[in-house]
């Protein structure tokens, strides 16, 4: 069945192409349409198009269908091109004529926009939640680890003393940022599309306030151009913020595999999170954190495809959208698998002692050994000269590392305004 269907066949290879694999990928925005029917249906009756007992007949058939979906047991079978077209199959089997108005009033195009959009508002949602609960993982291993002093690198050349307090506290106040940008997309998407119908309005009286205020958007997207013009722009900016997310994730992986091989040797995780070689029997390899980094590398590179498929093309619908769906939903159901794992792991981590007489730290506190020298009444350029001209000859001694007293730094993280921070926004 086809909700475009004029009683015209279409030829079979014509329509495999275009329908693609709509039917798996629909299974997850399928709650969502209905829910959108609901409120579709009783805007309809409250502005006269349907009867109060056709509405309590729809209501009836739709939070049926609802349950199936819940259960389980709700299947888009290969007769159908997606799940708007099945749902109506349902409803008129159920319902006879009255299963058959449901369409009454819109078009595929704005049922289609408004439930991606319910399905990205409430995954967008989910996915904020769980980055709070990674965000207090890191955080309360900040407090655990915050005298654990870790060598700190630029250039991958050892730089400054930092610890793990600083470490994890870190990425703890980047996933801010990332909710930050979260955030902004799901502002965007919190505008309710329904009643655009093909992306030009309808011509029956229908009351688009209604729809909003029963589907809990925040605000309607008033002109019905833009709200067809949404489709790509919407997947854009949700996929611009997945990326940002992963680029934390991402990096937050590498510097854990960098810290857990053996040349560096600051931490390290139990035996049952890591994996062997075929070959060589001593091989703990990270996998789970190298396939965390490629995987949101490759989210990353949503954003791209996103520009890519919708640039330039001019107002109206286009079949293109289509090929938005699939990879976008994928990406917003692997982030949350992502973000889940990362936290189990993460928790599992076993901080290291290091040994910071080894001579390859013997440099760790110049920086210090300058400020010394400058409290003790020496310009910088001559205490950077003197330390310099110390390291050059081989005769430099470690001095006692400095209390680093401002906020953020080594001895004064900050955990508790970062804190506040994730709460205020």
Not at 199 to 215: A, D, H, Q, V, W
Not at 243 to 263: E, K, P, V
Not at 312 to 322: A, V
Not at 387 to 411: D, R
């Amino acid at each position: 069945m086809k909700l475009w269907d004029k009683g015209i066949s279409i030829d079979k290879k014509i329509e495999q192409f275009t329908v693609g694999n709509d039917r798996e990928i629909d299974m997850h925005i399928a709650k969502y349409d209905v829910q959108a029917s609901l409120a579709h249906a009783s805007m309809l009756a409250s502005v006269g198009i349907i009867t109060q007992d056709e509405l309590t007949q729809l209501k009836k058939g739709l939070e049926k269908l609802a349950t199936s979906i819940e259960n389980g047991t709700f299947v888009i079978e290969d007769t159908f091109e997606d799940v708007h077209s099945k749902i109506e199959f349902e409803l008129t089997q159920q319902l006879g004529e009255v299963g058959k108005k449901i369409h009454t009033a819109r078009s595929r195009n704005d049922q289609v926009l408004v439930a991606l959009q319910l399905y990205y508002k409430e995954n967008l949602i989910e996915i904020i939640n769980d980055i709070k609960s990674f965000f207090n993982t890191l955080l309360q291993l900040a407090e655990k680890y915050k005298n654990n002093v870790l060598p700190g690198y630029t250039h991958l050349q050892v730089a400054m003393p930092s610890s793990f307090g600083l470490w994890f506290s870190a990425y703890a106040e980047l996933l801010i940022d990332d909710v930050i940008v979260l955030n902004a997309a799901l502002k965007t998407v919190d505008q309710n599309p329904l009643g655009s119908a093909a992306g030009y309005g309808s011509s029956f009286p229908i009351n688009r306030e209604f729809t909003t205020k029963e589907l809990k958007f925040s605000t309607l997207k008033y002109n019905v151009v833009a709200a067809q013009l949404g489709r790509g722009k919407n997947e854009r900016i949700i996929a611009g913020a997945l990326g940002n997310l992963c680029n934390t994730l991402a990096r937050f992986a590498m510097d854990i595999c960098l810290n857990n091989s053996q040349n560096f040797g600051f931490i390290s995780f139990p035996d049952e999170l890591t994996t062997g070689s075929s070959i060589m029997p001593h091989k703990k390899n990270p996998d789970v954190f190298e396939l965390l980094r490629g995987k949101c590398n490759k989210i990353q590179a949503l954003q791209s495809e996103m520009i890519l498929i919708t640039n330039n093309l001019p107002s109206g619908y286009h079949r293109d959208f289509q090929l938005l769906k699939e990879n976008m939903i994928n990406a917003i159901e692997e982030v949350k698998n992502l973000i889940a794992i990362f936290n189990y792991a993460i928790q599992q981590v076993i901080v290291n002692d290091i040994d910071l007489d080894d001579k390859k730290y013997q440099y760790l506190f110049t920086v210090d050994s300058i400020n010394n020298l400058i409290i003790n009444g020496l310009s910088f350029r001559e205490a950077y000269q003197k330390i310099g001209q110390q390291v050059q000859n081989e005769t430099y001694q470690n001095t006692p590392a400095k209390t680093h007293t401002h906020i953020g730094s080594i001895n004064n993280l900050g955990l508790e305004e970062i804190k506040q921070k994730m709460k205020s926004i």
